[in-house]
């Protein structure tokens, strides 16, 4: 396997915006090919598209062909689009890493894009609920939201977590997001705020959810051999493992426990040779408080039920034990489907090269995870990233 | 010029549909038909499997554990535990709307996971403040009228 690397990466201001889907994609794609001027177009081999469901939200199919017309390459050795719900971009990247680190392609594009927003919103919430098994399980009328409260009622339930404790994450995220411009949501968030919001799913409240946005992001990835041509900072992917051991809310078990990313992050961990301590920057998938706070439990951060501690102790923040998602996360930044896995990825890039606002940057960071899930929390991913060459 | 006239209105579409596939033309509609035949009839009801006699659901034209095809239709016990609630007070998909806000339970009927079933449901005639982790609770048969003529089945809760 050849080694790969981040060289470049791009991204569009997210919220919900006066653009389309097309739109979307060209901003991002400016964006990238600003941040690499040595790169000729026609180099690029491959395309990922990581983009939920353009099918519905953007009236459109086929879409990977149309994106790369739209950024003006003809990638000869892979072009696809990446579906996987909430995680499509992560993937997306996964695809693009297999690709260029099995020698088949040379330099690739992994674009994330979603357009979300419209006067329909209820047709957006349409296609959010049919994520779960909607024959069966979300059928019984819920979309994301009640299903993370139903998790965070389990949760506080076993472990006694607090509700001022969900909102301590929201608190942290707005803390972060007030410093990212390209945030949907970048502004501090009161403590106050968070508890007083009108209520989605009890106990979950507006700030507890991450936004619908609209919001494209776009990575150059290349091998070893041609890195250097196009940065003098490349990020490399090391690598990382999915894992789904069940779909539906009859396989689910305990819901407060996330088995399969306890087993995926111990998976990575042990084939990497590292621990949690070793993790500088950790971008999670906090699509609601609480996901957050399951996910300190299951990469690891902290025991089993202890994460309602860990954001209250402050560990989650930038020089705590681990900084958790310093970009604002999801709860700052919005959640378009397909972008927020590649917003992570140029995230963690700029963190690299220090090019973040000083309030949010992790000083000294050389080791950082990216960690998410898709549908009700049934699938999860992690992807590590090294300033280091390994 | 030439002007050609839209339709107002649409038929409800299968891809907004919550309910789409019960509506069971017949047995060639779906391998799990049974399932909502026996809805039809009164009975929420899981596969057992007649080889390992394990009980799997959702409902698949084979046994989750040992893949044998042959399985029979066992009725859910009728009294069950909340494992955990909400409500869905804001962010409605399409026709969701039409009878919004409900509360929504996970319960746990028989003995779960091994001889029972971990099952999400609506509720109607409750409010979230009135419930808690543990109250029992029973599954009952809805029917969902139209659009039109139209008439399918599901189940929701009921607090006892
Ligand atoms: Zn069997």
Redo the contacts between chains.
């Keep these: 396997m050849r080694k790969v690397a981040i060289v470049g990466a791009g991204i569009t201001k997210f919220g919900r915006r006066d653009a389309n889907w097309r739109d979307l994609v060209v901003e991002a794609g400016k964006a990238l090919f600003d941040d690499v001027p040595n790169l000729d177009r026609n180099e690029v081999d491959s395309l990922f598209v990581g983009s939920a469901y353009p099918e519905r939200w953007a009236n459109t199919a086929h879409v990977a062909p149309m994106a790369a017309e739209l950024l003006g390459i003809k990638p000869r050795r892979i072009v696809a689009k990446v579906e996987s719900a909430c995680q499509s971009g992560a993937i997306a990247i996964r695809y693009a890493w297999l690709s260029v680190a099995s020698g088949l392609s040379d330099v690739a594009i992994v674009l994330g894009v979603e357009k979300m927003t419209s006067k329909f919103m209820n047709l957006t919430q349409s296609t959010m609920y049919i994520v779960g098994d909607r024959e069966f399980d979300t059928v019984n009328g819920f979309t994301a939201p009640p299903f993370f409260a139903m998790v965070a009622q389990r949760h506080m339930h076993l472990y006694g977590t607090t509700r001022e404790q969900l909102a301590m994450v929201r608190v942290k995220a707005g803390e972060y997001g007030s410093e990212n411009p390209y945030a949907q949501f970048n502004r501090k968030v009161t403590m106050e705020e968070v508890l007083k919001a009108r209520l989605v799913a009890p106990p979950l409240g507006l700030f507890d959810c991450s936004g619908i946005t609209d919001g494209a992001a776009a990575l150059l990835i290349t091998s070893e051999e041609r890195a250097r041509k196009y940065t003098d900072t490349p990020v490399w992917i090391l690598g990382g493992f999915q894992r789904t051991i069940h779909n539906s809310i009859n396989e689910a078990g305990e819901i407060a426990d996330w088995l399969s990313l306890r087993q995926l992050a111990k998976d990575v961990y042990d084939h990497f040779k590292i621990t949690p301590d070793d993790i500088d920057i950790a971008e999670v998938h906090d699509c609601f408080t609480i996901s957050e706070i399951v996910e300190y439990e299951e990469l690891g951060f902290c025991k089993k039920g202890e994460g309602g501690k860990f954001i209250e102790e402050g560990q989650s923040y930038i020089g705590g034990k681990v900084a958790v998602n310093p970009s604002g996360g999801l709860l700052a930044c919005g959640h378009p489907l397909g972008a927020t896995g590649v917003r992570q990825a140029w995230e963690i890039t700029m963190q690299f090269r220090g090019q973040v606002p000083r309030k949010r940057c992790v000083a000294g960071a050389e080791l950082a995870l990216a960690h998410n899930l898709s549908g009700l929390a049934c699938m999860h991913s992690i992807m590590l990233y090294s300033l280091k060459k390994p | 010029m030439k002007e050609i006239r839209l339709p107002d209105t649409v038929p409800l579409l299968p891809?907004?549909d919550?309910?789409s596939?019960q509506d069971p033309e017949g047995p060639d509609s779906t391998r799990v038909y049974e399932f909502y035949k026996n809805l039809s009839e009164g009975r929420l009801t899981v596969q057992r499997c007649k080889k390992c006699r394990k009980i799997f659901?959702?409902?698949q034209p084979a046994c989750k554990h040992c893949y044998s095809t042959e399985y029979e239709w066992i009725d859910v016990p009728k009294v069950g535990e909340i494992?955990?609630?909400?409500?869905?007070?804001?962010?409605?998909?399409?026709?969701?709307?039409t009878f919004?806000p409900?509360v929504?339970a996970?319960a746990r009927f028989g003995n779960y996971?091994e001889n029972g079933?971990?099952?999400?449901?609506?509720m109607f005639d409750v409010k979230?403040e009135e419930l808690k982790?543990g109250d029992k609770v029973t599954w009952d048969i809805l029917r969902i009228r139209g659009p039109g003529e139209k008439v399918r089945y599901?189940y929701y809760f009921k607090k006892l």
């Design positions: 891809i907004i919550p309910w596939q659901y959702p409902p494992f955990s609630f909400t409500a869905m007070l804001l962010g409605f998909p399409m026709v969701f709307e919004a409900f929504i996970i996971p079933v971990q099952i999400a449901g609506m979230y982790i599901w």
